[in-house]
């Protein structure tokens, strides 16, 4: 009886030794990554894009699915940067589609970046394949509908755009590159930007937000556009703008004498990469 005993609770140990394996060699295994496109609206119907998550990190050979679940906001994928062009299959260029889900594997270890075909200034994102097989996503937040104060850049050298890492669209940090005084006279908000090589062939928006209180627009809340500009392409170098105000914004300028602006500066490249700017400016009459 006591050599029974024994060889049960051998038994008994091994079982428990190849239980406690498995899950070990599962949690091993790459795992797959999904990037979705996302469509809101904000509080003045105006509409919003981006790929939720913007950024994964996958191993080498992982498949990463791309999908547009909507019927009506048509989306495409493009890679704009990266150490080799990934093999993919069921995504659509450069005019979209609606509805798709496609899929692509990455061979080479690095850093892809990609945007979207249709909305190549909002949608933007990267995938990072390292050699360790282990996969990692980076949560994507909803923009803020009124136009956050939001700021993304990277510094490199030109030789590691060969490498898979994008190049700054700004000559030098923010606070030198972007010339904008605080207080300005007239009706008409005035800047430069010293722009990079990296952003030529590119495209500058800036847009004019104010409080809808002091515009008293009533039935309104948050913020509203009072002005916009759109210039491409850029070419490298200082890149000067002067964005006017609307009817409605100069008539609460001349009434109160001053009117705050929120001044949002959106940067981009044509390889995808793209800077996001907030400052507040005050119109004097």
């Given at each position: 009886m006591g050599l029974r005993r024994y060889a049960f609770l051998l038994l008994c140990a091994l079982l428990g030794g190849a239980v406690a394996v498995l899950p070990a060699v599962a949690g091993s295994e790459t795992a797959p990554a999904t990037i979705t496109a996302i469509n809101t609206e904000g509080i003045y119907k105006e509409q919003h894009h981006y790929w939720s998550p913007a950024t994964v990190s996958v191993g080498s050979g992982t498949v990463v699915t791309f999908s547009n679940p909507s019927a009506s906001v048509p989306h495409g994928l493009e890679w704009t940067v990266g150490p080799a062009t990934p093999s993919c299959s069921g995504v659509p260029?450069?005019?979209?589609?609606?509805?798709?889900?496609?899929?692509?594997?990455?061979?080479?270890?690095?850093?892809?970046?990609?945007?979207?075909?249709?909305?190549?200034?909002?949608?933007?994102?990267?995938?990072t394949v390292s050699s360790t097989g282990t996969t990692t996503t980076t949560t994507t937040s909803t923009p803020a509908s009124g136009g956050g104060s939001t700021q993304t850049s990277t510094q490199t050298t030109p030789e590691g755009l060969a490498q898979g890492v994008p190049p700054s669209v700004l000559a030098g940090p923010a606070s030198r590159a972007l010339r904008l005084a605080?207080?300005?006279?007239?009706?008409?908000?005035?800047?430069?930007?010293?722009?990079?090589?990296?952003?030529?062939?590119?495209?500058?928006?800036?847009?004019?937000?104010a409080r809808a209180a002091s515009l008293a627009a009533a039935g309104h809340a948050g913020q509203i556009r009072v002005g916009r500009l759109v210039r491409s392409p850029l070419s490298a170098g200082r890149v000067a703008f002067a964005v006017t105000v609307s009817a409605r914004a100069a008539h609460a300028l001349r009434v109160r004498r001053r009117l705050a602006l929120s001044v949002r500066i959106l940067l981009s490249a044509p390889h995808g990469v793209s800077l996001q700017l907030s400052r507040t400016v005050v119109l004097h009459a």
């Open positions: 260029g450069a005019t979209g589609a609606v509805s798709w889900r496609g899929e692509c594997v990455f061979a080479q270890p690095g850093t892809y970046y990609f945007r979207c075909t249709v909305h190549p200034a909002e949608m933007t994102g990267s995938v605080g207080n300005q006279r007239g009706r008409s908000i005035r800047g430069t930007l010293e722009a990079s090589a990296a952003a030529s062939g590119g495209r500058l928006e800036v847009d004019l937000l």
